[in-house]
């Protein structure tokens, strides 16, 4: 039987009568030809429709060749490491923040990767200091990006050369030391994490301006073992007063930490913070005003998670010395060149365990009329 079919295939079926033989040959030749047909056809097709329209969107009937296509695609590595081109998403924040709990396990990266420094905005709306954030950051495009949280009604302005254009990530409501702050800021990480070649993470106002060149930051940041926090243990009524003892015993009275919002991190920390689990739902109950989260719940929970990574002071310089429970806002009179001199001179800390007086790199808060000064002098205060 099997020989007979092969014969067959092959046209030299010795027992058929000859006068069959002219007929059965084009048949199949026919039927040859329309199978062939079929198959040019459908191949074109299907590579039209690969080229001009995304997998996503449509709905093609699974075939050989169509699988063979999408799997070529997925497993391009750069579409793995390639960052996404719209920071614009529409991911929950429960699907953004497993999406970017995703991170190599393997720290040495088979690709060039130039670490770069997140700079991720907590604003209401808009970044009256852009003009001054562009300068600082002009030249350095392949080490830097942005994010931006902003009120959900806010659309930007930013025109198209601005390294703020399009930089707006989905963002939510928040409210001044209630959770929506800090899921606010775990959005951003989240955003921010995404892109495989953010290795650093600094959060910022709209009222921060930069008091050093982009470079001068950056080695500062890439070459430090330790990131900037501040945290410490304030035994006080605006400290260990807002312990509330239901977080017992995730977290104890003598883990209660404090500090201000503004931090720089590493890639370490971020993905601790978006992926917590443990310590999210105490700090969500129990850490409410008059207990202010956002000066607790990052704070606390890295102190005792990863205390030997921590700096426990920040990079950004404020002015509490006025009391009550805003710092000092600084207007166009206080930006003067003896203000900042006077900000250089007062610094002392520890840098990679060596004595330094470089210690502050970003400094709040600068009313939006501080700009046109700072812009005028930022070489001479500033150095960029
Ligand atoms: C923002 O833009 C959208 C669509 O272009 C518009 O519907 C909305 O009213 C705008 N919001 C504000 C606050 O301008
Ligand atoms: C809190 O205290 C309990 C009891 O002493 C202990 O088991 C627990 O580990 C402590 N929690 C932390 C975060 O240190
Ligand atoms: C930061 O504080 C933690 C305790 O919260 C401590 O273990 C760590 O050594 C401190 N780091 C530095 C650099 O002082």
């Known amino acids: ?25 084009p048949r199949s030749l026919r039927f040859c030809s329309v199978i062939l047909g079929l198959g040019i056809v459908f191949t074109v097709f299907s590579i039209f429709m690969s080229r001009h329209f995304s997998f996503e969107n449509v709905v093609i009937p699974a075939t050989s060749s169509k699988i063979h296509l999408c799997f070529q695609q997925s497993n391009d590595f750069q579409s793995w490491i390639r960052p996404p081109l719209n920071v614009w998403h529409r991911m929950s924040d429960a699907q953004l923040l497993w999406r970017a709990s995703f991170d190599p396990q393997i720290k040495s990266y088979p690709f060039e990767r130039v670490p770069k420094i997140a700079f991720m905005f907590l604003t209401r709306g808009p970044l009256p200091m852009a ?3 562009e300068r600082f950051f002009k030249g350095h495009e392949q080490m830097y990006s942005i994010y931006i949280h902003a009120l959900p009604t806010y659309n930007e302005t930013y025109p198209p050369f601005s390294p703020f254009y399009q930089r ?8 001044w030391g209630m959770m929506s702050m800090c899921n606010a800021e775990r959005r951003l990480l989240a955003n921010a994490l ?6 650093w993470f600094i959060l910022l106002s709209e009222a921060c301006i930069p008091l050093q060149s982009f470079p001068a930051v950056y080695l500062y940041i890439s070459n430090s073992r330790l ?24 977290v104890n ?20 913070i978006i992926k917590d689990d443990t310590y999210y739902p105490k700090f969500e109950q129990f850490c409410r005003p008059a207990c202010y989260v956002d000066e607790h719940y990052f704070q606390t929970m890295l102190s005792i998670r990863s205390p030997q990574l921590l700096a426990n002071r920040t990079l950004t310089w404020v002015d509490w010395s006025q009391g009550g429970p805003h710092p000092t806002t600084y207007t166009k009179a206080d930006v003067t060149k003896e203000f900042f001199t006077k900000i250089a001179k007062k610094q002392t800390c520890t840098y990679n365990n060596q004595p330094s007086k470089a210690c502050l790199f970003f400094a709040r808060k600068f009313a939006p009329e501080t700009l046109d000064t700072l812009l005028e002098h930022s070489l001479e205060y500033f150095g960029y």
């Open 1 to 25: 039987m099997q020989a007979r079919l092969v014969a067959m295939e092959e046209g030299k079926e010795p027992s058929l009568p000859i006068s069959n033989q002219p007929r059965a040959f």
């Open 131 to 133: 003009p001054l954030w």
């Open 168 to 175: 707006q990530i989905p963002s939510k409501v928040t409210e």
């Open 194 to 199: 995404l892109d495989m070649s953010n290795e």
């Open 227 to 250: 990131s900037f926090m501040e945290i410490y243990d304030d035994p006080g009524p605006c400290g260990r007063g807002r312990y509330n003892h239901n977080m017992e015993p995730v």
């Open 253 to 272: 009275l003598t883990n209660w930490r404090k500090g201000s919002q503004w931090f720089e991190i590493d890639r370490k920390l971020a993905v601790d």
